[in-house]
């Protein structure tokens, strides 16, 4: 009821045409500067543990902002809600905040609120838009204005996604330089989140090349660093990344273990987030695995569940759009395995054109080997026509 009411107040703001909402001051404030500050260091905090109350908080503070023209406040309660309809998702409202934030935060001296801003502005274009090129830039600009601005647990932050979005890209080695930095400075700052993010984010670099045993060494110091914060975003997406290894490894029934006490946790939680991808990947995955290798009524019960994996898997490009080439892929090997072989072929192709499009490397070559182990034909380069998914 007290979201509603904000929110309620929000709109009339962004609708009615008055124009001392839209009216910006950098004149002091020192009451809306130790609010804005307070509700700042709160969001950060609640973030983990509590989405809602960093919604009303965000929702509360640009209201109050906004009728006393406050910058600073206005640039941090914008990024806030912006993170908020990304997550619902309402691409085109969390586009227009994090704009919102990005250009008000160019006349700031406080340079941590830049860098958030730019942070925001970087998830909504990795996340709800996949332009991974612009949003390395403005994680790189993050980066640097939190180093500037001596915020170490924000600087890590960006530096973690830019590990992410250079892995995806398949800068692997950059991708590493990135996740040994995270574990460098958590190690030296003694901030165990920073060294859980940091082994997550070698250990899901070290998975694409195909180091798995490396990989498993950090995701599990990583999984037990994040569960002791505790941080469960991060855990989520490190627990996920565990799954797929073990699935790589042949431990299936470990990697089903490990990926449904994951989905059990985000439940629990309430946390429908884009931590959740890898975790509903390593589900299809495992699910479709075992179906394979079994018979009657066992292989049936194993279809239903990877059935139910790969609705959610789709569910998730609502949330993060890189996830279509993957969805699509283990969409054809459900097909595939239920005798619908021509589907499944239509669907790896699509998934071949998706990544390509997106210019996603290891889920091309993955849904390519995918191809070529079930019909035994090699996919070449040529054969990929991005623009084939605009028809």
Known sequence: MEIARAATVQLAHRRLPLRRYRLISDEPDPWMDE??????????????????RVVLDSLRQLNTAERRGHRLASVRASTGLGFTFDAIPTRTIAGNYHSRAVALSAR????????????????????????FDEALANYARAAEECRRAGDIRSRMGATLMLAEVTGLKGDLDTSLEHGHTLIEIGEDAGDNQVRGWGHHAVGRTLYLTGALADARSHLELGCELS???????????????????????????????????????????????????DMLKGLASGYLTLAEDAEGVERDEFLRSAKQACRALARQERLDRAVGPATLRFAGTYWWLRGKRAKAERLWRRSLEAAAELG????????????????????????????ATAR
């Open 35 to 52: 609010l804005s500050r307070v509700v700042d260091t709160l969001g950060w905090i609640y973030f983990f543990s509590d989405p809602e």
């Open 227 to 277: 569960a002791a914060v505790p941080d469960y975003q991060a855990l989520l997406v490190a627990r996920g990344n565990l799954g797929l290894v073990l699935i790589r490894q042949g431990e299936l029934a470990a990697a089903i273990d490990v990926l449904e006490q994951t989905r059990t946790l985000a439940r629990r939680r309430r946390l429908r987030t884009f931590a959740c991808t």
């Open 108 to 131: 700031l001296e406080n340079r941590r609120s830049v860098g958030i801003a730019h942070l925001g502005l970087a998830h909504h274009q990795r996340y709800q838009l996949a332009a």
């Open 360 to 387: 996603l490397p290891y889920e091309l070559e993955s849904t390519r080997l995918e191809l070529a182990g079930r019909i035994g034909e090699a996919v070449p380069d040529a054969a990929v026509d991005p623009a």
